[in-house]
């Protein structure tokens, strides 16, 4: 059963970060271990979450179509959190129920939207939820008490259709979507052999809009560098202030800046209990912090960046993280380089107990997002078409091989998934020229290799951008417009792409093309990174750019998928690829498909800056 899958590094001795789901086996954990560790985590408080449904779902539903219908006159016209809370929030009456069910139990109660954040002593859990609970350790997850059977919900919290997240066994942990290149050569920024490449020779290759160029009322000009909008980065480390300043030096981006300073992290928000500084030994989550910060600083140099921090990438976390950042509503974007494999939400991977019911909350808070004008952005995995381990390998621990399947959140239909590929630029000897030449998006075959030390083989899988067909989601009005289908297709993903990278040290060798990277900073070193946790960050700080120019744009997809429609010179299309499953003619050539979706961008043309000069030569007054 999944209730017993642990995480564990993936050839640790190879690589630094997940490349795949997080897998590991409980029994890495000896039982004496485990009832030790029970006794020690009873005499702390246990804390859970309980998710209400919201009210109105269908009016709901149609204001969030409204709200993104340009001939609508409710079109664009957000919600605040106050609003948001009057008209969709839980009837007062059914959260005075649970509350008094829960404070009836000797429970501590907090409400925060639509959920209830609990605190209580584990005997008052147990007794509440006819269930007992032991410590449960994952990897990359803090050790807490879980409940050694399913939840046993009393009638205040079922009849109201409730949600606990906090104390059960579900999916494992979400795992980053980054690691090192196989080989890094910061030197060579030039389109072949190993190319790792600076933020501003993205900016060149994707056609940013000049650094020198502006946007506003002609006595409210303003540089279009993101200036006045607001990006948040959700993960599970600090970084350090270091390594921002280094990135940008290297490039000597003061030289040119009008406060002749480089741009800097704005603030920091700690949620869920997470604590300042790096995780220590967790070299995953502080390098994807450090990967999410820079790129989108280095596509946005003027927005503003907001960190929250939470301790781990369990269900219970990241919704905390989620729900902080909407209940604030300072972000105009917000960035995920995290997700796992849907299918481990099902039964077939929980011996016959279905966790799909966790997603509710999350489509709860990203329907809030979006109603108030936030878009969230997420890196849509990085094994290609083929994203989970078979239950054969995952559940029975026998020789299994990888099977299709798409990542969450970034299925979600109120979620921009981030897709691509590698990049090749234009080279002129004596020149850091780094204009847009082609991209391609070929899978890179993996190794056969028992990944997670389970005594078996897992074979078949491939690395590059992850996508394909939700099996939990159906397809949104925006895609059935543009993708065709019916009311029983499912939601397709990626929606967008950029630059991914590939050919990781455990794919089959050669790869096929493509090592491209980039660079950036962590723990005072360079490093050169792949994975679509470079493409996420990177496509929020081009979003930035579209909120300065245009404001808030809520769900971007409807934006997007309009965009490819009527304006296709926006995109870089017929891309060619293949991820592990079917090439990049599938489903609609030349217009759609699971590597990089609608296509790469031309950001000058993405965010409607039709009259500005573009991002030159890196290192210049137009790309510093």
Known sequence: MLDR??????????????????????NAVPDASIAAMTATLRSAPVNFDVHLPLRDQAGLDALLADIQDPVSPQYHHWLTPAEFQRRFAPAPAQVAQVRAALQAAHMNVTEQGA???VSASANNVEQLFAVPLTAEVQQGSQARLAAAAPLQLPAALRDTGATVTGLTRGAP????????????????????????????????????????????????????????????????????????????????????????????LYARHYV????????????AAAGEAALDVEMALGGAPGARVLLYVIPDLSDASVLAGYRQIVQDNQADVVSSSFGGCELYYTAAYNGGKDFTSL????????????????????????????????TQYA????????????????????????????????????????????????????????????GANLAGGYWG??????????????????????RTSMRALPDIGMLVGGCPGIATQPCREGDSSVATYFKGGIEAVIGTSVAAPEFAGAVALLVEKQGRQGNLNDYLYRLAANGPEALHRGIPGYNGVVDNNQPIKGKYNYTVGLGTPVVRLLIGALDAAPAGVPRSPSNP
């Open 272 to 283: 869920a209990g997470a604590k300042p500084g790096l995780q220590d030994g967790n070299d």
């Open 5 to 26: 899958i642990r995480r564990r590094p993936l050839l640790a001795a190879v690589l630094s970060a997940s490349l795949l789901c997080a897998l590991g086996t409980a």
């Open 465 to 486: 951008a992850g996508g394909g067909v939700s099996t939990l989601f159906q397809r949104p009005a925006y895609q059935l417009r543009a993708l065709g289908g019916t």
């Open 173 to 264: 942990p979400m795992h980053v979507n980054w690691q090192r290149a196989s080989t890094k050569n910061p030197a060579n920024r030039y389109g072949a052999g190993g190319t790792t490449y600076w933020y501003n020779d993205l900016k060149q290759a994707y056609g940013y809009p000049s650094y020198q160029a502006t946007t506003g009322a002609a006595a409210q000009q303003r540089r279009l560098d993101g200036t006045g909008s607001t990006i948040a980065i959700l993960i599970s480390s600090d970084v350090l202030d270091s390594d921002i300043k280094a990135m940008f030096d290297h490039e000597n981006f003061s030289r040119y800046a009008a406060n002749h300073a480089d741009p800097t």
């Open 115 to 117: 959920t209830l954040h």
């Open 359 to 390: 997603l509710r909350p999350y489509d709860a808070v990203f329907k809030q997002g979006n109603a108030q004008g936030i878009t969230f952005v997420a890196s849509s995995g990085d094994n290609a078409g083929l994203d989970c381990a078979d």
């Open 395 to 454: 559940v029975n621990h026998k020789d299994g091989r990888f099977v299709a399947g798409v990542e969450h959140p970034a299925a979600s239909p109120h979620v921009t998934a981030v897709g691509g590929g590698n990049l090749l630029t234009a080279y002129k000897k004596g020149s850091l020229e780094s204009g847009y030449k082609s991209e391609s998006a070929y899978g890179d075959p993996l190794e056969t290799a028992d990944y997670y030390g389970f």
